[in-house]
T-cell receptor, first 112, second 113 residues
Framework: KQEVTQIPAALSVPEGENLVLNCSFT??????LQWFRQDPGKGLTSLLL?????REQTSGRLNASLDKSSGRSTLYIAASQPGDSATYLC???????????FGKGTKLSVIP | KAGVTQTPRYLIKTRGQQVTLSCSPI?????VSWYQQTPGQGLQFLFE???????NKGNFPGRFSGRQFSNSRSEMNVSTLELGDSALYLC????????????FGPGTRLTVT
């Protein structure tokens, strides 16, 4: 059974700092690793999806990497802004399934 | 292109009642999945539908059920509501191609009193 862990549970950084969010998973036979952002009381916004054959994906100030052998993914946020404050969730899916297994998330606060 | 829509957005029910939540996927998407989000358990998978067939079900009691229609719209039903069913219910749709990328709706906030 896949288990996904995100550490730390909360992170506070000053504006402008570069930061890394961590995600680990127990079953390396994943198909995709997807990163989401969730604002309070809202749904999930997809940020990046990394397929198992890929090592990283980039979108603007965001870069996500995937290392299946070590069971880890990281989300790098460059030059953080107060608008980046949200909970960031990573989720893994297995082959042939749309079922996502989520971590508990990292709540990010970017202080102006 | 419109995103995933969920109705209603907020719902208050009493213990013992039943509730039906609706999800309309992005146009052209054939897969719909449902998740329950609570502060204690986080996001937990309920079920997954593809072309009207339930392909996968999470570890929830039989009071939780769902279906998908020919136009890919989906409904989930919870019967005999319990206080612990209070949660944000999220629906996600996917095109059904190899990437399996999921797009989520805004959710339905269910409060059981």
């Amino acid at each position: 059974k896949q288990e996904v862990t995100q550490i730390p549970a909360a992170l506070s950084v000053p504006e402008g700092e570069n930061l890394v969010l961590n995600c680990s998973f127990t079953d390396s036979a994943i198909y995709n690793l997807q990163w989401f952002r969730q604002d309070p009381g809202k749904g999930l916004t997809s940020l990046l999806l990394i397929q198992s054959s890929q090592r990283e994906q980039t979108s603007g100030r965001l870069n996500a990497s995937l290392d299946k052998s070590s069971g880890r993914s990281t989300l790098y946020i460059a030059a953080s802004q107060p608008g980046d404050s949200a909970t960031y969730l990573c989720a893994a899916s297995g082959a042939g399934s749309y079922q996502l297994t989520f971590g508990k998330g990292t709540k990010l606060s970017v202080i102006p | 292109k419109a995103g995933v829509t969920q109705t209603p957005r907020y719902l208050i029910k009493t213990r013992g009642q039943q509730v039906t939540l609706s999800c309309s996927p992005i146009s052209g998407h054939r897969s719909v999945s449902w998740y329950q989000q609570t502060p204690g358990q986080g996001l937990q998978f309920l079920f997954e539908y593809f072309s009207e067939t339930q392909r996968n079900k999470g570890n929830f009691p039989g009071r939780f059920s769902g279906r998908q229609f020919s136009n890919s719209r989906s409904e989930m039903n919870v019967s005999t509501l319990e206080l612990g069913d209070s949660a944000l219910y999220l629906c996600a749709s996917s095109l059904g191609l190899a990437t399996y990328e999921q797009y989520f709706g805004p959710g339905t906030r269910l409060t059981v009193t």
